[in-house]
């Protein structure tokens, strides 16, 4: 594995690699993407294998815009009117896959629908220009834990499992896109993310929630999770605990002490790692505002807080 500042080279190297079935980790505008060839199983396999994935678990395919999008899935008016808004940018959309898409079965684990995003980051859309295929790219995390939202925390997840890490610094939102379902009679927020729901609702109106026992989004309870267990909507922290603050609640990391979600959700995967990195037994949180960006940071916080399995 070897980490390379995003010249064209490393670019041109990197789209090399995909083409030869091998894995590359990208940054995208929200977390780092381990990311393989989407038409091609072999590539898809060994991603389920880097992440330890469950095999149920389907991935995201990344395309450079709606053109592309077209080719894979068939997209409603309300899906082509959100991405015609939010794409580039962290927005998923799933939609039913066309019997002759490109992007292989196996990465859609089966399902009659396809997850499309066209990520807005730079260093991701030279490598998909490049490319010139989707790209398949879940989080470069192992499965189940934080995602990683810098070059080096994709190297601590991931270490050999990935030939090359284009380092594009810390990603500026910190946070996995936001994912609405287009398969059901109205549209559903399948998980919460860097959109805020407001913004999405504003254009296409109320997103329903996801039916029980549906396979989707980090939907596993435990997720997202450091080592030491979580507690969370803590005003204060008890003697065996290491305190994440927000706003006035102040510890040994603060998410923001403006108390912007923006800033706190940017935050968010560094900081429970440092906190984990410490060894403390136990990470308690401070209330974070469920409002904007705090409905994806309390989802994430959930999920890391969940029992294990
Ligand atoms: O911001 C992001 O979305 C990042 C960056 C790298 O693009 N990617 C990401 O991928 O978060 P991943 O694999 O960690 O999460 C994708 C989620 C999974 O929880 C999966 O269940 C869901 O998308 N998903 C994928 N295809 C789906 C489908 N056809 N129906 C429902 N959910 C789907
Ligand atoms: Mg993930």
Redesign the pocket.
């Known amino acids: 594995m070897k980490i390379l500042a995003p010249t064209e080279d490393a670019i041109a190297e990197a789209a090399a690699l995909l083409a030869a079935g091998r894995l590359v980790a990208m940054p995208?505008e929200?977390?780092?993407?381990l990311a393989g060839d989407a038409t091609n199983p072999a590539a898809i396999a060994a991603i389920y294998a880097a992440k330890a994935r469950p095999h149920f678990?389907?991935?995201?395919a990344?395309v450079q815009g709606l053109a592309a999008a077209s080719v894979e899935a068939d997209l409603p008016p309300l899906a082509i009117e959100l991405a015609e808004a939010f794409w580039p940018g962290?927005l998923?959309i799933?939609a039913p896959r066309k019997a002759d898409a490109k992007v292989a079965e196996l990465a859609?684990?089966g399902?009659s629908?396809?997850?499309l995003?066209a990520?807005a980051h730079p260093i991701a859309q030279a490598l998909l220009h490049a490319f010139a295929k989707p790209i398949a790219?879940?989080?470069?995390n192992r499965s189940g834990r934080v995602?990683p939202t810098t070059a080096a925390h994709v190297a601590e997840e991931l270490g050999d499992a990935v030939d090359l890490i284009l380092d594009g610094g810390p990603c500026a939102i910190g946070l996995?896109?936001t994912?609405v379902?287009f398969?059901d009679e109205a549209p559903v927020l399948?998980?919460a993310?860097?959109i805020a729901r407001a913004d999405i609702e504003h254009l296409i109106g109320p997103l329903a929630a996801p039916k029980q026992g549906?396979?989707?989004?980090?939907?596993l309870a435990s997720h997202y999770a450091p080592r030491a267990r979580l507690r969370l909507n803590a005003d204060a922290p008890e003697a065996d605990e290491i305190y994440l603050g927000f706003g006035p609640r102040d510890g040994a990391r603060n998410l923001s002490p403006q108390g912007d979600l923006r800033e706190a959700a940017a935050n968010l995967y560094a900081f429970l790692r440092a906190l984990d990195a410490t060894g403390a037994a136990r990470i308690a949180v401070a209330p974070i505002p469920n409002h904007g960006l705090g409905e994806a940071i309390n989802d994430r916080l959930m999920r890391a807080a969940a029992p294990r399995t």
Request: glycine letters at 10%; aromatic letters at 2%.
């Open positions: 995208t929200t977390v780092y993407g678990n389907p991935l995201i990344h962290p998923t799933v859609c684990a399902l629908t396809i997850a995003r990520p790219a879940p989080s470069a995602s996995e896109s994912i379902g398969a399948l998980r993310g860097a549906v396979h989707a989004p980090g939907m």
